[in-house]
């Protein structure tokens, strides 16, 4: 995404340098591109479009009966859908959120001139170094509602934990909360990037207009670090929707179906043995992802070029 | 030109895989030479199934030096049944491996997967019960794995003893129980729902019940006549279930148990019964030394003292698949013979501590069985005492069930909503399946 986003700004500038209307000639020879071509179309292209065909079958261990749409009909009607797709866009919207806004100030921090500032960053990274899955391990037991070190400690205070994972109305905010402390590393990472390339003219400006550091945060950093809140945005929100690993490990979409998300709802497809059905539910999600980071990718961009 | 060499790339791709898979799959396999040959046998992860394999390994090896059996172990549950089947269509299967009977062994499309056994010497010694569980279009696919068992409720008989309680026949004589043993601060039902798979049986175990009231069900199910929500008797298990949570009769930390918790509380008292299957006593006897004599078994009762009975579960089975063959096929053959066999038996009864009679004909349960044994006994003698559970009646169960039960169990879901949520799950299922009318 970040990638994108530079490519965009700098297309006009290059295309108006050069001739425009007229492309580049390649360096490369055409069958220059052919071992990539052809690892591409055999590992991505053919899968993908064989998987739109078995999405219309019903497809058991070798054999595989065209269907037509039954598949998707039966995934919308699948009651753990609905709740599933609700459960995706909280827990998107929350990782996401939660990552921008801690994000943010963890990078402001980090910035500053504190002491140990290296070791601290690496710190806040080290979570985002450590396997999804034992991650996710380590804090089923950590919240263990019995036996699990953060009730016990609740306990010592005077507070009775709640049942972080089992609980149906936290299970999935658990989860969440998790989530946030894994990927926030890289969320700082990203907005310490794009802290550091504001250019120091613009603070020093500031001050001597006897600007408040809220007047900094608000009108210099915040601003400037558009690029960066735009690239944290998209890629936790792709994170998010369709985040999977975690909550497997913590819950497997349980209690019940209580933390289902999309992705955990078609690996029980295809856990169950419905490879149709669960490959029907991987083009919904395609489509989904598509639909809602799209849009929201060109608004971000849009508004970063009117700046 | 370009096709051409993208299509050889494709083969040389295809091509290394294959090697890959080979090299992966003959990893210490036959040595020809020598005429030795190594077996691979895949079990789930279950402490008494490791046993049992391992056991059955050491005593085939001593009957048969020149082969050698490796027990590998895959998860339980269905992410086991999700490994055995992508293992299956991707022709990766061990040589031999262990798998339920009944509908989950109809999953795995046995026509295609597995080698037919009718005509090893073996077959004519199967129980008949068992054989109609691993036969699938008229062929017989699977040698039995331990002993037949039972979905239960398992009881402690000293919380019983210390309360004066009789051994319920209907469920209201169990509520009634449950009342006394809350009111004497036990918990009166063990629920452990980490472990999603042992949520099911107040279900599962009640069907010798729902039998009973409608003996034709299994029928009427497979053909899309008969429905969980609308039929009182297949209703029940999932109200029974709503009933012990809203009571207050589950154990605090119910959401958040695994089994080993569960027999744990079992062993001490502190939880009257746990419904689960019975073969869980080999582990809580292992775990939990010196309880097994505490620890009795009764059916899970219905409306009617008269027709009560025990759900019984057949044994499951160990199969070849058609990816073995030559040496290795004929190693396979003997294998399952020695399992079949009452020299089988009584490795098996040595490995573990079975609960139920053998599948095999000339196999008698050793004399010291546990008291769960011996309170299953005089259901499977009567006639009338004991039914298959649905799961060998039918070839379609849901794969959700679990997560449903879990929900009836903890309060987030009705019974009834749950017993209609599993017969749209019972519908996929069957439709996967290929079956006529639905």
């Known amino acids: ?307 | 030109m370009k096709i051409r060499s993208a299509g050889a790339l494709a083969v040389a791709a295809v091509t290394t895989l294959a090697l890959g898979a080979c090299s992966a799959g003959s990893l210490g396999s036959s040595d020809d030479k020598g005429g030795k040959v190594t077996l691979s046998l895949l079990v789930d992860n279950g402490q008494d199934t490791v046993k049992l394999g391992e056991q059955l390994a050491k005593d085939f090896a001593a009957k048969n030096p020149d082969i050698t059996i490796k027990v590998e172990t895959r998860p339980a549950g269905a992410e086991g049944d999700n490994l055995i089947k992508t293992r299956l269509s991707t022709g990766d299967m061990t040589d031999v491996f262990m798998y339920n009977s009944g509908s989950l062994f109809q999953a795995i499309a046995p026509e295609k997967n597995l080698v037919p056994l009718d005509d090893q010497a073996f077959a004519g010694q199967l129980d008949d019960k068992f054989k109609s569980t691993v036969t699938a279009g008229g062929k017989l696919y699977g040698a039995p794995w331990g002993g037949f068992f039972s979905g239960a409720i398992l009881y402690n008989r000293a919380v019983y003893a210390k309360l004066n309680l009789q051994v319920p026949k209907t469920w209201d004589d169990f509520m009634a129980n449950n009342a006394k043993i809350k009111a004497a601060g036990i918990d009166p039902v063990i629920q452990t729902y980490q472990d999603t798979w042992t949520s099911q049986l107040f279900v599962l175990g009640d069907f010798h019940n729902v039998l009973a009231a409608d003996p034709d069900f299994p029928t009427k199910y497979t053909n899309n006549q008969a429905k969980y929500a609308t039929t009182p008797a297949a209703l029940a298990g999932f109200q029974h279930l709503q009933q012990v949570h809203d009571a207050g009769y589950l154990n605090k930390d119910f959401a958040a148990a695994k089994l080993d918790d569960g027999l744990k509380e079992l062993a001490d008292g502190k939880g009257a019964h746990y419904p689960i299957l019975s073969p869980v006593i080999s582990q809580l006897i292992a775990n939990n030394p010196g309880h097994g004599g505490d620890i009795g078994l009764f059916p899970i009762p219905g409306d009617n003292a008269a027709t009560n009975g025990l759900t019984v579960w057949a044994p499951a089975g160990v199969y070849i698949p058609t990816s073995t063959t030559g040496a290795k096929l004929d190693a396979a053959k003997k294998f399952l013979a020695f399992v079949a066999s009452p020299e089988g038996c009584a490795s098996q009864a040595a490995a573990t501590t079975p609960t139920g009679p053998f599948a095999v004909k000339g196999c008698t349960l050793p004399a010291d069985v546990t008291q769960v044994a011996k309170d299953m006994q005089p259901y499977i003698d009567s006639p009338t005492g004991s039914s298959l559970a649905l799961e060998f009646l039918s070839p379609i169960k849901g794969p959700a069930l679990e997560q449903i039960t879990v929900e009836v169990g903890s309060g987030i879901r009705k019974a009834a909503d749950g017993a209609a949520l599993y017969d749209q799950d019972v519908k996929k299922q069957a439709q996967q399946l290929g079956l006529q009318g639905w």
């Open chain 1, 1 to 307: 995404m970040a990638t994108t986003t530079i490519h965009q700004r700098s297309r006009p500038a290059s295309a108006s340098a050069t001739t425009p209307r007229k492309r580049r000639h390649s360096p490369y020879p055409y069958w220059f591109y052919l071992p990539a071509a052809a690892i591409y179309g055999v590992l991505f292209l053919i899968p993908t479009v064989l998987s739109f065909y078995f999405s219309l079958t019903r497809w058991s261990i070798f054999d595989s009966k065209f269907i037509g749409f039954d598949n998707y009909v039966t995934f919308f009607q699948e009651p753990a859908l609905v709740s599933g797709l609700v459960h995706t866009l909280v827990y998107a919207v929350l990782t996401s959120g939660l990552k921008v806004v801690l994000g943010m100030l963890l990078a402001i921090l980090l910035t500053s001139q504190i002491v140990a500032r290296g070791y601290l960053r690496s710190v806040v990274f080290f979570p985002v170094l450590v396997s999804t899955i034992g991650v996710g391990l380590t804090f089923t037991v950590l919240m263990n509602p019995e036996r699990g070190l953060i009730n016990q400690a609740l306990d010592t205070i005077g507070i009775a934990g709640p049942g972080w994972l089992t609980d149906p109305r936290y299970a999935l905010l658990s989860v969440a909360l998790v989530d946030v402390w894994k990927g926030v590393g890289l969320a700082t990472l990203i907005y310490i990037a794009g802290i550091v390339s504001i250019p120091a003219e613009y603070l020093e400006a500031a001050r001597v207009d006897g600007a408040s550091p809220w007047h900094v945060f608000r009108r210099i950093i915040l601003p400037l670090a558009r690029p960066a809140t735009v690239t944290v945005i998209i890629l936790s929100l792709i994170g998010g929707l369709r985040s999977f690993d975690l909550i497997w490990a913590m819950t497997r979409g349980g209690p019940g179906f209580t933390s289902d998300v999309i992705a955990s709802v078609i690996y029980k497809q295809y856990q169950a043995g419905f490879y149709g059905l669960s490959t029907a539910g991987n083009v919904v999600l395609f489509l989904v992802v598509t639909a809602i980071v799209l849009p929201l990718s060109r608004f971000l961009n849009r508004k970063e070029v009117e700046l």
